[in-house]
């Protein structure tokens, strides 16, 4: 329902409820308050009428507006300006300060106060969070790498063509040479990183690139981007180069897996032909030690014997020299001893009368174990062969007893 409907009164909201001026209230009016009321806010004289007519002389409608009222209002502006100095650096940021458009310090986390615009001005730059510069691959969402052909390929020393994917990570070290020193620092590490790992690439065969290389291709980059960098005073610093991924072009990655495979094969016979030779090295080492240690014992025993045997002669020799009779005749008796002492036969002086006949059972011991190994055959004894051995023996003994008695008969 509109506000004008008949039989609703009059509520027109710019009338003055009732009245007959239906029209909007004067711009002019609205304004001469206003300029009266900031007029005795600030000690001016205002005109204590309504403002008369307009085309009179300037002498009713205007205000004027003291100096102390000049001073506050310059005042508060002055605070505000200056107030708009404060500043506060986050945790792991740093503030750079300039005066006019020049550095002029570094501040640290916390609240710092610097002249406001256009006097000076505050760049906050993060040094601690670590960056990452992909070389070869840019990642996506979802842990996803987008690869980027014409970073990743690069040529060897062998003219091959390998793909190649490297991230470094690093962070701001100097923030003053970082913001001010470099327009992009960042993209200038980008593309010092890739020209590092070319040159390092081209100076080395594709097999060991994607074999045992990688380690080596990481260290000699992460070394060439520490100089470049250091002697560009991009006020940044490399933390690791890692190699993400280094295989052969897609068109030949089946030829080159079968190629790799061999080469394993390979180095697998290798290690079994080394582990084989190892032990047989081995062995024989210890074989040859045991065969000289033997040697050297068996040479110690005949120098000890010969030097022994050699002392026992020249004593012998002195003691003969003294006494030849007395030592003759014990060396004839101790070589009888010996000889006679390894003999199975039993000899019997007749002369002696009729001697006890008995049975010596050490001798025939001994005998038999002489006769057993000069035999070859069992060291036991037959008893049928003892017993006739031993007939033997006894009627041989009767038949000399029976000669001796003849003899001594005539």
Partial sequence: MSWNEPGRGNRDPWGGGGSGNQGPPDLDEVIKKLRGKLGGVLGGKGNGGDGGDSGGSGGGGGASISGTGIAVIVGVILL????????IVDEGNRGLELRFGQYHRTTTPGPHWHPPYPIGTVERVNVEDVRVAEVGYQSSAGDRRQKIPREALMLTQDENIIDVQLAVQYRVREPMLYQFNFRDPDRTLHQVTESALREVVGQRRMDFVLTEGRTEVAEEVYRLLTETMDRYATGLEIITVDVQDV???EPVQGAFEDAIMAREDEQRVINQANAYRNELVARAR???AEIREQAMGYRFRVVADAEGESARFTALVQEYQRAPDVTRQRLFLDTMSDILGRSSKVLIDPSAGDPLLYLPLDKLRDGRQSSS???GGDARLDPDVLNRRISTS???DSRARGDLRSREGR
């Fill in 394 to 396: 006894g009627a041989a």
């Fill in 286 to 288: 210890g074989e040859a």
């Fill in 247 to 249: 295989q052969p072009p």
């Fill in 80 to 87: 505000i300006w200056l107030a708009s100095g404060i500043y």
């Fill in 373 to 375: 190994a000069s035999d």
